[in-house]
C-alpha cells in the first residue's frame, strides 16, 4: 500500500488540491460562480475534446458560449443542447456546409456540464458533493483495490481496469454514497442512486479511455499534474451527473 501511494504522489497531492479548491466555491455556494466554474472547464474540455475527435472548428466555441451564456438566465440548461443541435442539424440541411464533428462536442462533454449545472440549480451544492463523493469513492477504490488484488481484466478498452477493482470501486462508493446522502431520500433511494451513478462514472471513465485510444494519445490534455485533461478528471462526473439528475427527478 505503501508502495501504491508512494508511486502515485503527485496525482494524490494534486487531488488534494483539487478538493480543497471544490470545498471553497461549494462553501461560498454562489450559482453565478458555480456558472463561472462550469464555463471555464467546458471550455478547456471542448479544446481537449477537438484533440480527441480529430477536429479543428473554432467556430464551437462561438456556439457553445451563447448556449451557456442563455444557461445562465434557462432554469432547464440540459434543454439547449437539444435546442442547438436542431439548428446545427437545419443549418447543414440547408447550406450543405457545416462540419458533421461539430455535434460531437456539443453531446460530449458540453451536454453533460449543462445537466451538472442543472443538478445544481435544481438539487442544490450538497448534491454536487453527493456527486463528488460518490464518483470518487469509485474511483479511489477502483485504484486501489486493483492495485492491491485486481487480477481479472474489466475489457479490451481499458486494459489496467480489472474487475475486482471495478466491483471494490462500486462498494466504496455506495457506503461514501449512502453516508452524504442528500435530504428526503430513502435508504434504498440512496443505495440505488450511489450504485448507478457510480456505475455510469466507471463507463464515463471507459468512454474517455476509448476516445483516448481512438485518437493515439495518453491524456486528453496536461493540466492537471498526474491526472492529465480536465477531461481525465472530469469524465466520471460527466456521465454520472446525469444519471444522478434524471433519477432525483424521478424520486423526487
Known sequence: MKD????????????????IAILIIG???????????????????????QKLYDMKVDSIY?????????????????????VAAIVFASILAYSKNLDK?????LMYPTASFLFLLTLY????????????????????GAYFVGKSIGKTK????????????????????TILGIIFAIDNISLLGAIIISLVV?????????FESYLKREAGVKDSGDILPGHGGILDRT?????????????LRAVL
Not at 440549480?121 to 479511489?140: F, K, P, Q, T
Open 4 to 19: 501504491i501511494i508512494k508511486s502515485s504522489s503527485t496525482r494524490i497531492k494534486t487531488g488534494i488540491a483539487l478538493l
Open 27 to 49: 462553501f461560498i455556494d454562489s450559482f453565478f460562480i458555480m456558472w463561472l466554474l462550469f464555463g471555464g472547464l467546458l471550455v478547456i474540455s471542448i479544446n481537449e475534446s
Open 62 to 82: 462561438f456556439y457553445v458560449g451563447i448556449i451557456w451564456f442563455i444557461a445562465y438566465f434557462y432554469p432547464y440548461a440540459e434543454d439547449l443542447v437539444f
Open 101 to 105: 464533428k461539430i455535434f460531437l462536442p
Open 121 to 140: 440549480y435544481e438539487y442544490g451544492v450538497m448534491s454536487l458533493l453527493w456527486l463528488l463523493v460518490i464518483v470518487a469513492g469509485a474511483d479511489v
Open 154 to 173: 474489466f475489457c479490451e478498452t481499458s486494459p489496467n481496469k480489472t474487475v475486482e477493482g471495478v466491483l471494490g470501486g462500486l462498494v466504496v462508493a
Open 198 to 206: 457510480a456505475l455510469a462514472s466507471v463507463f464515463g471513465d471507459l
Open 235 to 247: 469524465d466520471g462526473y460527466l456521465f454520472g451527473g446525469v444519471m444522478m439528475l434524471v433519477i
